[in-house]
């Protein structure tokens, strides 16, 4: 095998390795609604993505998250809705995972391409309490398409 | 083990059954605890042979009164089992949900329904109009058997085809701890528990699998439905969609008092009323889109369904007052939140603005 070809095979790896890792994900983000106010991630946060990890069941990876904080006053079904509104004028349909269990499980994805959004908040909490809101945005996790 | 219903022995009741267990468990007691020798003969009266073998027992163990006679929940009794190798059945506990927690005092109404995670809002704003205007539809199906502390509920399948559904105590805790469509999650007190009744039902009827519980079922009813899926469910019947019609002879206003009026009849012969919205059209005009107007806003959900409250007339509009089945309408997201669950909108606006998909109106 000539030498110069093999080096071109790496060059070409490393730049495709490098652009992948680089993209930035592009996938339509829903507002949230105006009750909900934006705050920085803490260990809660940290506890829903890894619930959120979980249910993902390696189909998607996070790529990046924004919290918001919702009163009690705000039912989870209209922060579900808002999303679901907001993806239906873009066409966007909502998947559900066989493994979903509704009222257990607040992972709701919106897939795009290869990519996904999602919103969530954690298990058990109350509807009509003060609760975290996570806004996702999910990459296709290779491992699990093959 | 040995329960009786009440007292056996010397002044006791001394029913038949009870009198027969005493004296079969008796029988089973070795002379030397107490039991009686000659064994007693098991025909179910309290003679003197009976008596005299209830005395000998409380005499051969110590700390018993040797009065002849067995309480329910006496002492001897628990001796008596105690001898006989186990311990009285501890009594079932009490089912949270029976036909004495149904309903609040004045019946079924719409206030009972709290959507608060579902995707359901088809269905329970359903059940609220007709749980407001027909209350007997929704009591006349809901039914509970005190011995099995089940309900069985009568549904209609999409063809219209009668369905009754066994609802277990279970699946009824279940339904609560999803945050099912009742108030039962959200207050913590089982009152007023039909909600969760019916909309467990409505689960199981679509569940492929219940013996696995009904995520399955939940899973279906919630992708969305229409409202007159959800009617014909309840009453068997998909009723009457009414939508507005533009009639060139009464011009806009006339047209939508037409349909008000349409309504508003339909109501007062206690016909059960949902109100379908969906997103308003992009009327602006040019200008109004170039100098950045928002699009003119009805103040609802889109792509909700409501329960129709009340019609009035207002000059030559109708107001439409409509409850949420969220029980709120905290996070509408369209500037006029508001923690009532009732909302009055302009029938005249939710047609200019395109809000409007349609009314449903239950046939009975």
């Known amino acids: 095998m000539r030498p110069w070809k093999n080096a071109s095979i790496v060059v070409a790896l490393a730049m495709s390795a490098w652009g992948c890792g680089m993209a930035e994900i592009k996938v339509f983000q829903p507002k949230p609604l105006d009750n909900l106010k934006e705050v920085p991630a803490t260990d809660d946060s940290k506890k829903l993505d890894a619930e959120v990890t979980a249910f993902l069941r390696n189909q998607y990876a996070i790529a990046s998250a924004r ?10 079904i209209a922060i579900s809705k808002s999303v679901q509104n907001q993806m239906a004028e873009k066409s966007i349909q909502r998947t559900m995972f066989d493994w979903y269990e509704p009222g257990i499980d607040f992972v ?8 996904a959004f999602a919103v969530a908040m954690p298990t058990g909490t109350k509807s009509n309490a003060d609760k975290l809101v996570g806004f996702y945005i999910l990459s296709a996790n290779a491992a699990a398409k093959k | 083990m040995v329960n009786i219903s009440a007292s056996v022995g010397q002044g006791g009741l001394n029913k038949h059954a009870d009198v027969l267990a005493i004296q079969q468990a008796l029988n089973r007691i070795l002379p030397n605890q107490g039991g009686p020798a000659p064994k007693l003969k098991e025909d179910g009266l309290a003679g003197p042979k009976t008596i005299g073998a209830i005395t000998r027992l409380q005499r051969a163990n110590v700390g018993l009164a040797a009065d002849g006679r067995i309480d329910v929940h006496g002492p001897t009794l628990a001796r008596l089992n105690s001898l006989l190798g186990s311990k009285p ?35 329970v704003a359903t059940l609220g109009a007709v749980a407001q205007e027909n209350p007997k539809i ?6 509970y058997d005190p ?19 066994w ?24 009152e007023r528990t039909w909600p969760a009744v019916i ?5 199981k009827l679509f569940d492929t699998n219940p013996q696995d519980g009904l995520g399955e079922g939940y899973s279906k009813i919630i992708k ?24 060139l002879t009464l011009g806009t206003y006339g047209s939508v008092a037409l349909l008000g009026a349409k309504v508003s009849t339909s109501l007062q012969q206690h016909k059960g009323v949902t109100l379908w919205s969906v997103p308003e059209v992009d009327s602006r005009s040019l200008w109004q889109k170039l100098s950045g107007a928002p699009i003119p806003q009805d103040g609802l959900v889109d792509n909700h369904v409501y329960t129709v409250v009340s019609m009035a007339l207002n000059g030559t509009d109708w107001n439409v007052t409509v409850r949420n089945p969220w029980g709120t309408n905290m996070g509408v997201g369209e500037g006029q939140d508001t923690k009532s669950a009732t909302m009055t909108v302009s029938l005249r606006n939710l047609v200019a603005t395109g809000g409007l998909k349609a009314f449903q109106v239950s046939n009975q």
């Open chain 1, 67 to 76: 919290y918001y904080q919702a009163p009690g006053e705000i039912p989870w």
């Open chain 1, 108 to 115: 709701e994805v919106y897939p795009e391409g290869k990519n």
């Open chain 2, 89 to 123: 059945a501890p009594q079932p506990p009490a089912p949270k949900f029976t036909d004495k927690n149904l309903y609040a005092p004045g019946g079924p109404t719409a206030n009972d329904i709290k959507q608060d995670v579902f995707g359901d809002c088809y269905f």
């Open chain 2, 138 to 143: 929704i009591k006349e199906a809901i039914y």
């Open chain 2, 147 to 165: 011995n099995s502390q089940q309900f069985r509920v009568r549904l209609y399948d999409m063809k219209g085809h009668v369905k009754y559904l």
């Open chain 2, 167 to 190: 609802v277990t105590q279970t699946e009824l805790q279940d339904n609560v701890n999803r945050q099912g469509g009742s108030y039962v999650d959200n207050t913590g007190v089982y």
């Open chain 2, 199 to 203: 909309e467990t039902a409505y689960a």
């Open chain 2, 224 to 247: 969305g439905g229409w409202p007159s899926d959800a009617m014909m469910a309840i009453t068997g019947n998909a009723g009457t969609q009414v939508t507005y019609h533009y009639y």
